[in-house]
């Protein structure tokens, strides 16, 4: 039996998340929205498609009156809009208007890339998320948030856009390679430091459950994530306020992921930017020097980095100014008060980011 989570919009039920460990549920969630005998496009990219995309469209097939599937190629540096217009030509050669349904299949890359093309094509076709990856599952799919990257900066070009459904098989993370699984536990991490210090500890407590994918403490771990997540997107849908609070660590991450020229994983460069972020706060004196280096030491057994090498630390600050998350000449910072609790700052200086990245730079002195 699923579990469900209902996410409201302006204080209106909007769309459930749905957690499950298969696909059974999906025709019948499908058909209560209204879209059997509609056509549906399952957008994947290369990587799912092999893994999942036969299995979803014979599901599809059976409510469906066509279904196709189109799959971008996989990778961080596809996220762009000239493979938006290739899914707008598929949409468009196979007569998709207004009541048809756009089905995303994939991680975060998916999911804003389907999400996008949702918002956008006929100004407006309905659409769900099916993601993938813990990433996905646990952040990206929730909160309406879609968009690509433009010429190397991070979803530069996007919309707020909300599907009718978010839908998790938690089984699909047995397939998931090690380090993407990794890279979503930072945003699960995140959840915790930001909003709910009890969670934080729990993940520790639950370590070995974790890296075993015991499918009940991963149940628990991703509906759990989901709900920080949703509690704080219902009040600020549109990233007005405290929404901003979820870009804890990713400030200076993705500063970092521009300059290595997205060589890691968003979730390394985000759990980077975490401990650069616990760092500045343990320096305004809000952390404890012990809670800190817990913060920082707690990423590496879940095979997250706390240091990188070659950084051009000017290069960061000057990418940090060109984000969308920058406001003028100040950058929205996230600050850790406490375990569990976090603060908008505005007032984190140039030099305070630079001794943050040496913090988190390493360098081997070879004399």
């Not at 309905?126 to 991070?154: C, E, M, N, R």
């Amino acid at each position: 039996m699923s579990e469900v989570l209902n996410v409201k919009y302006n204080n209106q039920p909007c769309y459930d998340i749905v957690f499950d460990y298969s696909f059974d549920e999906l025709t019948d969630r499908i058909s209560e929205l209204g879209y059997a005998g509609r056509k549906i496009a399952i957008i994947t990219d290369t990587n799912v498609k092999g893994l999942y995309a036969d299995q979803l469209l014979s599901i599809i097939d059976t409510v469906a009156s066509k279904s196709l599937v189109y799959a971008i190629p996989a990778g961080e540096e596809n996220k762009n809009l000239t493979e938006i217009e290739k899914i707008y030509e598929v949409l468009i050669e196979n007569h998709f208007d207004r009541h048809d349904l756009i089905v995303a299949l994939g991680g975060g890359v998916v999911g804003d890339m389907a999400g996008f093309c949702a918002a956008t094509y006929l100004r407006g076709i309905d659409f769900i998320q099916i993601p993938t990856t813990l990433l996905a599952q646990t952040d990206s799919s929730i909160g309406g948030k879609t968009g690509v990257d433009f010429k190397g900066y991070k979803n530069m070009v996007g919309a707020f856009y909300m599907p009718k459904l978010v839908y998790m098989n938690i089984n699909v993370l047995n397939t998931l390679p090690g380090d993407q699984f990794a890279s979503g536990f930072a945003e699960v991490m995140k959840h915790g430091l930001i909003k709910d210090a009890d969670f934080y500890m729990w993940l520790i407590d639950n370590m070995y459950e974790i890296e075993e994918k015991d499918p009940d403490t991963l149940l628990y771990m991703v509906k759990t994530s989901c709900n920080i997540k949703r509690l704080v997107v219902e009040k600020d849908p549109t990233e007005k306020g405290n929404r901003a609070l979820l870009n804890f660590g990713h400030t200076i991450g993705h500063a970092i992921e521009k300059h290595k020229d997205f060589s890691l994983a968003h979730g390394e460069c985000v759990a980077l930017g975490a401990v650069a972020a616990a760092f500045i706060s343990w320096k305004r004196q809000m952390l404890s020097m012990e809670e800190y280096y817990e913060i920082r030491d707690m990423f590496v057994p879940f095979g997250l980095p706390i240091s990188v090498t070659d950084i051009d630390t000017d290069e960061v600050v000057r990418l940090m100014h060109s984000d969308k998350k920058s406001d003028g000449n100040s950058i929205k910072f996230v600050l850790l008060k406490r375990l569990g609790k976090a603060v908008l700052d505005s007032t984190v200086t140039d030099d305070e980011v630079r001794e943050a990245i040496k913090e988190i730079t390493w360098t081997e002195d070879f004399e």
